[in-house]
């Protein structure tokens, strides 16, 4: 050994063979070790603070320490203030460490190679300590920090451990810039520990969860990259209050999942290629905002069995499902985009939730809703679907349907299927094949929705009673309103025209409808096929004013494009805008008492192709052909999304139980 003095501090140099144990016993606080290039056996026991111990050339590859006692740890460390930097240190065996701090502060651990040590760097009772630019490989838990706090562990590479770093009750601890790939089950784990912040690192191909968080609390996640891990990217268990922010989660199976975890934020973070992107189950009060999700098999944002959230401003693309709650309530879904995927929006057992703004255009479906109540659905575009704009299905019940404009979708703008006590207002449901259909469904209110364009039917209803179909403009479609086996409806304050096979349309097994204060101006105005029984055409007649602009409510007016129509022809004698005169429904054996007069005509039509009595009946016929068969087709798809989503939650109860029992080994 060597040694000269600068000042009051000595440096002491240690050549190959001889013992850095004896140099460090030599020392006093402020010296300095300089270990030269070498291969030394040695398990260093350090007691006497500011002291550094530091290879010569710098280089942890020519400069190894090798355990001399698998049974101890490499370096030993209880003192403040000590440096280690630029070794190769490796073989301490089981449960033992190649750097062991206790009971120590203000240390730094630089530029070290950790190879087959149990346990790389372990702080145990240690704060303010710095892990800076060390590598290592092929051990168990390569930083280890355990009720340790305010340490900063940065710019390390791990690789080949069972856990890359761990931290055990402790806090305000930082971990930046890290790099952790291949670990046999974790890449960052923190348990029970708080206000800590992960920044920046990369976590990767780990054999189960990239970043797991149990029981923490307050802790920032920014900037993280989760790429390839077996099960999850980001996992939080059981925790709060923590912010995941400008995150990346890539190719896992799960994306960003939250379990049990409330009262935290997600934003800005990148879920793409997973299986499911962000999942929040069993949770609350937590914030989705402004993330980019997509290319998502299964889902791209999903809430299971979680109450209280909010998702606002997320970008969704290409998810097989973009937005999913399922036994979900009380959250707000507002201002989302969703584009090109399977189901836009998708509500599954879930009540009293609010979907606002959201743009969900050019997926299978725009929103789907199976199963769920009480929901408020406003303003949202669910336009240009593969299928159906809005589905509310399987006892959907009590929605509130506000606003929206589903339009141009290849299937049906609104579909409602054994659904009831829905309300459907202002809606527009324009340039689909059908633009509102119920079918099973009772007791609906549609009122002043805008259903204009549509191939097959503006307004279609089969199988489905005590419905009010009210103030809605019904036109430029092949059919205006369909009635097919449905009774006890009300058809009121319609605007009907320019349809090109009928108006108005009931089948004979479509009893005690009412219909009345209707403008209807088509070609053929009603086809009404013989056989049904209590349809009524008129109300009472009642002061106000009428869809005519008369001042009383009675009938129906009867107009044609050509002006031949009833209602543009009939005698007002005393000028109540009601005919003088009855009108006979065609061969149907029914008539409007009260037919009204043209006072004002609400917008003249245009013209529909000229369509022969011969032609409309075959028309019909081929319509009801098709209208089983779409049926059928319908029944089909529901059956196989019924397969799909049995499939799904078979899926997610094998996962999530085989998980929660990989935690509890854990």
């Not at 390390?156 to 931290?167: A, D, K, P, V, W």
Request: glycine letters at 10%; aromatic letters at 6%.
């Amino acid at each position: 050994m060597l040694s000269s003095g600068i000042g009051t501090a000595t440096e002491i140099i240690v050549q190959p063979g001889e013992s850095i144990q004896d140099a460090v016993n030599n020392t006093v606080p402020g010296d300095e070790v300089v270990v030269s290039p070498g291969s030394y056996t040695d398990n260093l026991r350090i007691t006497t603070g500011d002291l550094i111990i530091r290879s010569a050339s710098g280089n942890p590859e020519d400069t190894t320490i090798i355990a001399n006692s698998q049974s101890e740890d490499v370096f030993y460390v209880e003192a403040n203030n000590v440096t280690i930097t630029g070794f190769g240190i490796n073989g301490a065996g089981t449960d033992r460490a190649g750097v062991y701090l206790v009971r120590s502060g203000n240390c730094i651990i630089e530029n070290n190679r950790l190879a087959n040590d149990t346990l790389g760097i372990y702080l145990k009772q240690s704060n303010y300590n710095l892990i800076l630019n060390n590598t290592a490989v092929d051990g168990k838990r390569a930083i280890n920090i355990e009720r340790s706090n305010y340490n900063r562990a940065s710019g390390n590479t791990i690789s080949n451990q069972r856990f890359g770093i761990y931290l055990l009750v402790s806090e305000g601890n930082t971990l930046s810039d890290n790099t952790i790939s291949m670990s046999a089950d974790h890449g960052i784990v923190l348990e029970s520990s708080s206000n800590t912040s992960l920044e920046n690192n990369i976590v990767s191909s780990n054999g189960d969860y990239g970043i797991y968080l149990a029981s923490s609390s307050n802790c920032n996640l920014t900037g993280n990259t989760a790429d390839s891990n077996i099960i999850y990217g980001i996992y939080l268990k059981d925790s709060s209050s923590n912010n995941l922010v400008n995150n990346t989660a890539l190719n896992n199976s799960r994306g960003i999942f939250l379990l049990r975890t409330r009262e935290s934020m997600l934003s800005g973070n990148l879920a793409s290629n997973n299986g499911r992107g962000i999942q929040i189950t069993s949770a609350g009060n937590n914030d989705v905002l402004e993330n980019s999700v997509s290319d998502n098999f299964y889902s791209g944002i999903s809430f299971l069995n979680s109450t209280n959230c909010n998702v606002s401003e997320n970008i969704l693309a290409n998810n097989t499902i973009g937005i999913d709650l399922a036994f979900s309530s009380n959250s707000t879904v507002l201002n989302n985009t969703m584009q090109n995927g399977g189901r836009g929006l998708n509500l599954e057992d879930s009540n009293y939730n609010t979907l606002l703004n959201n743009n969900a255009v050019k997926n299978r479906y725009g929103a789907y809703l199976l199963r769920s109540g009480w929901n408020v659905l406003s303003n949202n575009d669910v336009s240009e679907s593969e299928d159906h704009g809005i589905v509310l299905e399987n006892s959907s019940n009590y929605n509130d349907l506000t606003g929206n404009l589903a339009s141009y979708n290849r299937a049906y703008g609104i579909y409602l299927g054994d659904s009831s006590n829905n309300n459907l207002n202002s809606n527009e449901a324009s340039g689909n094949n059908r633009g509102v259909f119920l079918t099973k469904s009772n007791r609906n209110t549609l009122l002043n929705n805008t259903v204009l364009d549509n191939s097959e039917y503006a307004i279609l209803l089969t199988y489905s009673s005590e419905n009010n179909i009210s103030e809605n403009d019904a036109s430029n479609s092949n059919r205006g309103i369909h009635l097919s086996t449905s009774s006890d409806n009300t058809i009121s304050g319609n605007n009907i025209v320019s349809n090109g096979v009928s108006g108005l349309y009931m089948t004979s097994t479509s009893n005690n409808n009412t219909v009345f204060n209707n403008y209807l101006n088509n070609n053929v105005n009603a086809n009404i096929k013989p056989g049904s029984f209590g349809n009524v055409w008129n109300t009472t007649k009642t002061a106000g004013t009428n869809i005519a602009g008369g001042p009383y409510i009675g009938g129906n007016l009867w107009a044609k494009p050509d002006g031949t129509g009833f209602s543009q022809t009939a005698t007002d004698a005393d000028g109540d805008g009601i005919a003088d005169g009855v009108y006979n429904i065609g061969t149907s054996g029914y008539t409007d008492y009260l037919p009204l007069v043209t006072a004002s005509i609400p917008g003249q039509p245009t013209t529909p192709v000229d369509v022969t009595d011969n032609q409309t009946e075959s028309l019909d016929n081929q319509t009801e052909s098709l209208d089983n068969q779409t049926e059928s087709l319908d029944n089909q798809t529901e059956s196989m999304d019924n397969q799909t989503e049995s499939t799904d939650n078979q899926t997610e109860i094998s996962t999530d139980n085989q998980t929660e029992s990989m935690d509890d080994q854990m």
